[in-house]
């Protein structure tokens, strides 16, 4: 049984999300008794290899062509199925990070899967993977089965261990995977990132603001707590709506569902849609003057006090600790 | 031109979700069902795009009866069709759904097919994407710009700590992310006028379901969290308990 593993590069980079989902697969594959396969795409890539055989690949394909040095929404679902059906993958695992997203279900209808999509954990039950996955924002989880033979699932970013095996032996493969213009009939051309912004789908720490920060120029003591922290920014709902920050910061249903390691809500009331979309973080602080807000009711650590105060002190206390 | 919008009918995000006896199913009493919110975006964007080339927009819905509020709401912000595509909600999976809508779009071939990103119900985020590869087309998901020129589409699209922009060509299939556009809302008039406008009902084949859900849980409720102080001095403590205690800093 093979368990290919889309392991996402960026500039000739790989992110964290890439070495969970080759983990994942090898714990899957190690409990149904299988083969992890890790799968490169983009240009000049196959260095990369002997990293993903690090955290668990059994053996590295490595598609390269100087037209994937960007991602293509056509032309990248083709080669992860082309992959998968020459190898004859029975699993195909994908990470849920905005490539993995646009390119997992065009490649379950590729290879007539079934797909299950932001996975949280799985367990094997009589010998067949069984996935959790939220629904409604993580109000409730749900416990699917697939039942097709080849099984698409992709994975939450955050949330499964990147550990490293202990693999001497890297088994990178080249594979020709023959393209036409056609498969590029849409194509990236531009990419518009600012340099070393982290994501808050994407961070381990979130520090988000809420409308108890009282203006939009306040959140620069948020973004310093986030800065000295290693984390990035995040926002409630009411203050995209009001305009101060933008929609890509959103966390909640209608933005984004995230699992950091700790989240910190200041100023933010909770509503049901916000909870839903940060509860299943590890560790959360609220600081709000509202002693009554549900925002306290899924926090592990709380003050309650007014954000402006409370801020710069803790930016303090923690550039302290972190001697910076 | 022709415009397709997929639009579904969703729980109000402000609903608590619960469980039904069934453990598979959610309870649907006293739930509040609304037009899902980024198919509202994609809603507005077919409507300017019509408003600036012309032509038809058509919105479809898979569903049963209760669907027809929110194919309602569409005909009331502007569409000039609704069609409802008669189907149970039960037992479906983003798969089932995508091969449903993808048989009717063929029939009619639009040259713009819009989703909203993902339905705040299932939250897949698949369906539109499906539907692209069964009918052949590309596509490009979670848009924040989209303009068309001389059958190019230049767009973009949110991505970790930024955007892209992606080149295609129509016929094409989009997902709307919010901040696409401001959707408007239902005049008086529209709503008056959506009232007389008929639904169009269709029974398609159904396709089975490929995932199946065995059962729904509650995620794990958090309890017991500590008030560590009332002020700025508390910080101290907080500190200490993040870094010795929960480990993270």
């Known amino acids: ?324 | 031109m022709k415009f397709a919008v997929c639009v579904s009918h969703v729980p109000d995000t402000a609903a608590k979700i619960n469980i039904s006896a069934d453990g598979k199913t959610i309870d649907k009493s006293g739930i509040a069902y609304v037009m899902n919110p980024y198919d509202e975006f994609a809603v507005e964007e077919c409507l300017r795009l019509k408003e600036k080339f012309g032509g038809e927009v058509v919105a479809i819905s898979l569903g049963d009866d209760t669907y027809k509020e929110t194919l309602r709401k569409a005909l009331a912000m502007g569409v000039d069709r609704a069609v409802l595509l008669k189907d149970d909600p039960a037992n479906w999976d983003s798969y089932s759904v995508a091969r449903a809508l993808a048989d009717y779009l063929k029939e009619i071939s639009p040259d713009v097919i819009f989703f909203g990103k993902q339905s705040v119900d299932y939250d897949s985020s698949g369906v539109g994407l499906m539907v692209a590869e069964m009918l052949g087309l590309p596509s490009v998901s979670v848009v924040t710009k989209l303009e068309i020129k001389d059958g190019t589409v230049l767009v973009e699209r949110e991505i970790e700590g930024g955007k892209e922009k992606v080149e295609t060509k129509l016929p094409a299939v989009f997902t709307a992310q919010k901040g696409l556009n401001e959707p408007r809302y239902p005049t008086l008039k529209g709503i008056m006028a959506a009232k007389s406008k008929p639904i169009e009902e269709k029974t398609l084949q159904k396709y089975p379901a490929k995932v199946e859900i065995l059962k729904m849980h509650r995620p794990q409720a958090k309890s017991g969290g500590k008030i560590v102080g009332t002020d700025a001095s508390a910080v101290v403590e907080l500190v200490n308990l993040l870094h010795n205690e929960a480990k993270v800093i």
């Open chain 1, 1 to 324: 049984m093979k368990i290919l593993a889309f392991a996402e590069q960026n500039e000739g980079k790989l992110k964290k999300p890439a070495f969970e989902v080759v983990c994942t697969a090898r714990n899957l594959a190690d409990k149904l008794k299988g083969e992890a396969v890790a799968l490169l795409i983009g240009n000049n890539v196959q260095q990369l290899g002997n990293e993903l055989a690090k955290y668990g690949a059994h053996k590295v394909v490595v598609v390269q062509n100087p037209k994937l040095e960007k991602y293509s929404p056509t032309a990248y679902p083709k080669i992860v199925a082309e992959v998968a059906k020459s190898i004859g993958a029975s699993v195909v695992l994908v990470s849920a990070t905005s490539h993995g997203k646009d390119c997992a279900p065009r490649v379950a209808v590729k290879l007539n899967a079934g797909f299950g999509s932001d996975c949280i954990s799985f367990s094997i039950e009589d010998g067949t993977i069984v996935a959790t996955r939220p629904v409604y924002a993580g109000k409730v989880l749900t416990n699917i089965k697939i039942n097709s033979d080849v099984k698409v699932f992709t994975i939450r970013p955050n949330v499964f261990p990147a550990n490293i095996y202990d693999s001497n032996s890297s088994n990178v493969e080249i594979f020709e995977i023959p393209l036409t213009d056609s498969d590029f009939s849409a194509r990236v051309t531009e990419v518009m990132q600012i340099a070393g912004k982290l994501d808050v789908s994407e961070a381990d720490i979130v520090v988000t603001g809420g409308r108890g920060m009282k203006g939009p120029e306040n959140f620069k003591m948020l973004e310093e707590l986030a800065e000295t922290l290693g984390g990035a920014v995040g926002a409630s709902r009411a203050v995209v709506d009001a305009g101060w920050r933008p929609h890509s910061e959103q966390v909640g249903q209608t933005g984004k569902t995230i699992s950091p390691s700790l989240y910190i809500a200041v100023g933010v009331s909770g509503a049901i849609q916000h909870l839903a979309g940060m509860s299943s973080s590890k560790y959360i602080v609220a600081i709000n003057k509202d002693k009554d807000a549900p925002i306290f009711q899924v926090a592990d650590y709380g003050i309650v006090g007014d954000a402006l105060e409370i801020i710069p002190a803790l930016t303090k206390e923690v550039k302290k600790l972190l001697g910076k």
